[in-house]
Protein backbone atom coordinates (compact mmCIF):
# COMPACT_ATOMS: atom_id res chain seq x y z
CA UNK A 1 0.00 0.00 0.00
CA UNK A 2 0.78 3.83 -0.25
CA UNK A 3 -0.15 6.85 0.52
CA UNK A 4 -2.09 9.59 0.01
CA UNK A 5 -2.15 13.50 0.70
CA UNK A 6 -5.68 14.76 1.73
CA UNK A 7 -6.53 18.25 1.68
CA UNK A 8 -9.30 20.31 2.63
CA UNK A 9 -10.43 22.39 -0.64
CA UNK A 10 -13.69 23.94 0.47
CA UNK A 11 -15.89 23.97 3.41
CA UNK A 12 -19.47 25.14 2.56
CA UNK A 13 -22.53 25.93 5.21
CA UNK A 14 -26.36 25.91 4.27
CA UNK A 15 -27.08 28.24 7.77
CA UNK A 16 -31.05 28.22 5.86
CA UNK A 17 -30.65 24.12 6.55
CA UNK A 18 -29.34 24.43 9.57
CA UNK A 19 -32.02 26.71 11.22
CA UNK A 20 -34.96 24.43 9.39
CA UNK A 21 -33.53 21.08 10.33
CA UNK A 22 -30.87 20.78 13.10
CA UNK A 23 -30.21 21.09 16.70
CA UNK A 24 -27.88 22.93 17.39
CA UNK A 25 -24.34 21.33 17.58
CA UNK A 26 -21.27 23.18 19.23
CA UNK A 27 -18.59 21.66 17.28
CA UNK A 28 -19.68 20.45 14.18
CA UNK A 29 -16.54 20.43 11.91
CA UNK A 30 -13.33 21.90 12.84
CA UNK A 31 -11.01 21.31 9.86
CA UNK A 32 -9.73 24.47 7.86
CA UNK A 33 -9.07 24.96 3.96
CA UNK A 34 -5.61 23.91 3.17
CA UNK A 35 -5.32 21.94 6.20
CA UNK A 36 -3.46 18.38 4.90
CA UNK A 37 -4.21 15.01 6.47
CA UNK A 38 -1.66 11.89 5.14
CA UNK A 39 -3.36 8.64 5.02
CA UNK A 40 -0.57 5.56 4.85
CA UNK A 41 -1.51 2.03 4.26
CA UNK A 42 -5.29 2.65 4.16
CA UNK A 43 -5.46 4.31 7.68
CA UNK A 44 -8.01 7.03 8.58
CA UNK A 45 -5.13 10.23 9.65
CA UNK A 46 -5.46 11.21 13.23
CA UNK A 47 -8.14 14.01 13.69
CA UNK A 48 -10.05 13.29 10.73
CA UNK A 49 -13.64 13.22 11.09
CA UNK A 50 -15.15 9.62 10.99
CA UNK A 51 -17.78 11.06 8.90
CA UNK A 52 -15.51 12.33 6.30
CA UNK A 53 -13.49 9.25 6.63
CA UNK A 54 -16.16 6.97 5.53
CA UNK A 55 -16.93 8.90 2.76
CA UNK A 56 -13.29 8.60 1.43
CA UNK A 57 -12.07 5.28 2.47
CA UNK A 58 -12.81 3.59 -0.57
CA UNK A 59 -11.20 6.29 -2.76
CA UNK A 60 -8.12 6.49 -0.09
CA UNK A 61 -7.52 2.85 -0.07
CA UNK A 62 -7.93 2.54 -4.02
CA UNK A 63 -5.59 5.24 -4.88
CA UNK A 64 -3.23 3.42 -2.03
CA UNK A 65 -3.10 0.48 -4.04
CA UNK A 66 -2.21 1.41 -7.01
CA UNK A 67 -5.99 1.84 -8.33
CA UNK A 68 -7.74 4.78 -9.90
CA UNK A 69 -9.14 6.57 -12.78
CA UNK A 70 -12.46 5.87 -11.29
CA UNK A 71 -15.40 5.81 -13.42
CA UNK A 72 -13.55 5.71 -16.84
CA UNK A 73 -11.88 9.66 -16.62
CA UNK A 74 -13.67 11.09 -13.93
CA UNK A 75 -10.50 13.19 -13.10
CA UNK A 76 -7.78 14.79 -14.90
CA UNK A 77 -5.44 13.16 -12.50
CA UNK A 78 -5.90 9.58 -12.45
CA UNK A 79 -4.07 8.92 -9.38
CA UNK A 80 -6.73 11.29 -7.56
CA UNK A 81 -10.24 11.97 -6.26
CA UNK A 82 -12.34 14.60 -5.49
CA UNK A 83 -14.74 13.55 -2.71
CA UNK A 84 -17.21 15.69 -0.17
CA UNK A 85 -18.07 14.49 3.78
CA UNK A 86 -21.65 13.70 4.40
CA UNK A 87 -22.81 16.16 6.15
CA UNK A 88 -25.37 17.82 3.90
CA UNK A 89 -25.40 21.23 6.49
CA UNK A 90 -21.74 22.05 5.90
CA UNK A 91 -20.26 19.61 3.44
CA UNK A 92 -16.85 19.89 2.71
CA UNK A 93 -13.99 19.10 -0.20
CA UNK A 94 -11.37 16.79 -0.17
CA UNK A 95 -8.74 16.55 -2.91
CA UNK A 96 -7.15 13.50 -2.21
CA UNK A 97 -3.79 12.18 -4.49
CA UNK A 98 -1.37 9.79 -3.72
CA UNK A 99 2.35 10.60 -2.83
CA UNK A 100 5.54 9.08 -3.38
Wanted: hydrophobic residues 35%; negative net charge.
Amino acid sequence: MGRCKITVIRKASYPDLMEKYENPIEHACNVKEGQVFISENGEKPRDLCDSAWESMAYFVRELEAGRGDFYGGWMKNPNSAMISCNDGFRPVSFYIEVIE
